[in-house]
């Protein structure tokens, strides 16, 4: 979940891809995220409706 519980996020890896869905109670929308091949990093991108694109980009670096 996501936005203080208030959004859910579901989809499916192949490889190093993740393309999700994602909704709140009043939008949803699609996204891909791509892990690099070291795996320490994520990055992709978000859209709303049935786009995975156009809503912003999304980073993330693995916790250690």
């Known amino acids: 979940s996501f936005g203080a519980g208030q959004g859910q996020i579901s ?3 192949d490889g190093e891809t ?4 994602w909704q709140t109670a ?3 929308g699609h996204g891909v995220l791509r892990s690099t091949g070291d795996g320490s990093r994520v990055e992709g991108t978000w859209g ?3 786009h995975e694109t ?3 980009k999304w ?3 693995r916790a250690r």
């Open 26 to 28: 009043t939008e949803r």
């Open 59 to 61: 980073t993330g670096t």
């Open 48 to 50: 709303y409706g049935d």
């Open 18 to 21: 993740l393309k999700f869905e």
């Open 11 to 13: 989809g499916l890896i």
């Open 54 to 56: 156009g809503g912003g």
